[in-house]
């Protein structure tokens, strides 16, 4: 079916059911952050594995980013990916030479520190923008203002300036390599497009999505296209094969039955779940259950079982 056939098919019509979920406070995740990714799932990754179910084959995460989900989990199978080839191959790296993950942060460390900050800063960035690469962006990433690595669309030049934390000294980092590093036995790390990986999914898996939602969020993760419809048809295909798929939803993003001006297939998906919803906005909630988007919800989740 035509994706615009797609869209004008589902009719705004309400999900099944909606739950909500008490939840007292955030949960602490249990891995430190190896990496700084914006987006990511590290204060709610206890709580959105709480809704997976414990009977699954292989662990599927095909918008992979810093891996919180995926740290938290420590599935006993996995099939980690990401389209942006910079950031895999840290992953790579920590799988298959975690010495000289250490090293590439390490370097860039005393290079930093053993002149002025922001020169230094600037002249990894500069090598980064020559030719991007995973030791760069391992630096930077933790280096940077806010820890958000920023792509210009037009060239995906990384134009982030320095930040004005001190990162953090390469033994922390060395203990956070160690802490990832045996995670890793037990997956495979691809870098490919979300489609192709959910495509190697089997009946009795379980693939965890965290897509990029907006205009703004293709431009942070390195330009890449992205259809929020195109992951709602693999999502579809998906279910039809007996594969059980968890959508996060950014909570901003979120308004009705559209995410994004894209509406939510009707019949796609089971429940809804609200995380991070603290008891004020629980509260909220219960009083007036259609004013969600304005009160602060941190993100959501979509289930298709
Ligand atoms: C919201 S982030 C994921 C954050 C992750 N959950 C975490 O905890 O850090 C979205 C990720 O999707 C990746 N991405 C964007 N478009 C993609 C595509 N078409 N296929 C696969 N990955 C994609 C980006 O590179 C980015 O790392």
């Given at each position: 079916m035509?994706?615009?056939?797609l869209?004008?098919?589902i009719?705004?019509t309400?999900?099944?059911?909606?739950?909500?979920?008490t939840i007292?406070?955030?949960?602490?995740?249990?891995?430190?952050q190896?990496?700084?990714?914006?987006g990511n799932k590290?204060?709610?990754?206890r709580?959105?594995?709480s809704?997976?179910p414990?009977?699954?084959?292989?662990y599927?995460?095909?918008?992979?980013g810093?891996?919180?989900?995926?740290?938290?989990l420590?599935?006993?199978?996995?099939?980690v990916?990401?389209?942006?080839a910079?950031?895999?191959?840290?992953?790579?790296?920590?799988?298959?030479?975690?010495?000289?993950l250490?090293?590439?942060?390490?370097?860039?460390?005393?290079r930093?520190?053993?002149?002025?900050k922001?020169a230094g800063?600037?002249?990894?960035k500069?090598?980064?923008?020559?030719?991007?690469?995973?030791?760069?962006?391992?630096?930077?990433?933790?280096?940077?203002y806010?820890?958000v690595?920023?792509?210009?669309k037009?060239?995906?030049?990384?134009?982030?300036?320095?930040?004005?934390?001190?990162?953090?000294?390469?033994?922390n980092?060395?203990?956070?390599?160690?802490?990832?590093?045996?995670?890793?036995?037990?997956?495979?790390?691809?870098?490919?497009?979300?489609?192709?990986?959910?495509q190697m999914?089997?009946a009795?898996d379980i693939?965890y999505c965290?897509?990029?939602?907006?205009?703004?969020?293709?431009?942070?993760?390195g330009?890449?296209?992205f259809?929020?419809?195109?992951?709602?048809?693999?999502?579809?295909?998906?279910k039809?094969?007996?594969i059980?798929?968890?959508?996060?939803?950014?909570?901003t993003?979120?308004?009705?039955?559209?995410?994004?001006?894209?509406s939510i297939?009707d019949?796609?998906?089971?429940?809804e779940v609200l995380?991070?919803?603290?008891?004020?906005?629980?509260?909220r909630?219960?009083?007036?259950?259609k004013?969600?988007q304005?009160?602060?919800v941190?993100?959501?989740?979509l289930?298709?079982y």
């Open positions: 035509k994706q615009q056939a869209i004008d098919e009719a705004t309400p999900l099944k059911k909606h739950t909500s979920v007292e406070t955030s949960i602490k995740a249990s891995r430190q190896l990496l700084k990714w914006v590290q204060r709610f990754a709580e959105i594995i809704y997976f414990t009977d699954y084959g292989t599927f995460e095909p918008f992979l810093s891996g919180a989900v995926w740290g938290a420590e599935p006993a199978k996995a099939l990916s990401d389209a942006f910079p950031l895999v191959e840290i992953w790579q790296i920590l799988q298959n030479d975690p010495e000289q250490k090293q590439w942060y390490a370097e860039r460390w005393h930093m520190m053993a002149g002025e922001v800063y600037e002249s990894i500069a090598a980064y923008n020559t030719a991007p690469n995973g030791a760069d962006l391992l630096f930077l990433c933790r280096a940077c806010g820890g690595v920023r792509f210009r037009r060239d995906g030049y990384m134009s982030t300036p320095c930040g004005a934390h001190q990162p953090m000294p390469p033994t980092f060395a203990n956070r390599v160690d802490n990832w590093h045996p995670l890793t036995n037990n997956a495979t790390i691809a870098h490919m497009n979300y489609a192709a990986a959910m999914a089997q009795g693939i965290d897509p990029p939602y907006s205009f703004s969020q293709t431009i942070l993760y330009a890449q296209s259809h929020l419809a195109d992951l709602f048809e693999a999502i579809r295909s998906c039809t094969r007996g059980r798929v968890v959508l996060s939803i950014d909570g993003k979120r308004s009705g039955n559209t995410i994004c001006n894209v297939p019949g796609l998906f089971e429940r995380v991070n919803c603290g008891h004020s906005m629980l509260k909630f219960q009083m007036d259950g004013t969600m304005d009160e602060g941190a993100d959501r989740l289930l298709t």
